[in-house]
């Protein structure tokens, strides 16, 4: 009978959700998610003592989000090498390569995987609903550091901006109003949840669409990195790193949107940070 209970409430405890009742866990691997542009060695320094890259281990490149994925490898590779000489593998997933059970394990086992730039959508679309995914996760929760930069900085969020407006017919890199329903969302890796990244922030002027984000999605932490810059996620403590800046919104006071469709608030707040600054943020925030 002691051992049916002791059964019964093991059982019980595996199903219980976890801190706050929202299924939060703490997986013991880090992000480092950079704004784009350069990669200077002062920055692939810090991602490899994020990482804890000894000579032994090995890095994972995903080049998936690229038009030119070896090329996109071999940029980051001399990048990483010129701090970091060891082993780095590139590991292009295309239909052919989804199930290949090597590349598979050899991912989920990797100390460092890194999401490069290009199109977050395209990355996705390659990734969503396959072993890959599952991989990933595997590694983050083996303890690897899970890195991308722009297109890669994108997706690590459960919800991710896809860069296009649902409104304007014309690209830009900003949008021209605050307007309900303009910001397209696509599902992202999830390694983030209740959290939104934008990249390339500050030189290209994103303010408007991370405004958008957080008109659609008022308790999220909405994040803006800019080029050259790279935020480091571990537990709920968030630091940066790089020469740029980061700018979080969080907290619109009086949310409303007009008859017109234009997002209107009293008052948000509004943070910019640089290196060195460490940002607490709640369980909820983090997965």
Known sequence: MKSRWL????CFLAASPG????????PSGKLFIIGGGDRPPSLMKSLVATAGLQPGDYA???PMSSESPDTSFVYFKA???????????????????????????SLAHAKLVFITGGDQDRFMSAVLNTPVYNAIHD?????????GTSAGAAAMSKYMITGNSLLDTAYRATFSRLRKDNLE??????LLDKVIIDQHFIVRSRYNRL????AKYPSFLCIGIDEETAIIVQGNRISVAGSGQVVVL?????LKVTGKGLIKMKDIRFSVYTEGDVVEVRAGNRK
């Open 7 to 10: 059964y019964l409430i093991l």
């Open 19 to 26: 801190v706050e009742g929202q299924g939060y866990t703490s």
């Open 60 to 62: 994972v490149v995903l």
């Open 79 to 105: 990048d990483l090498e010129s701090v970091w000489p060891h082993s780095i593998v590139n590991f292009n997933f295309t239909p052919a390569k989804i199930h290949d059970k090597s590349w598979l394990d």
């Open 139 to 147: 590694a983050f929760r083996n303890g690897a550091t899970i890195a």
């Open 185 to 190: 969302i696509k599902e992202g890796l999830a």
């Open 211 to 214: 405004l958008s984000a957080i």
């Open 250 to 254: 969080q907290h619109p006071v009086d």
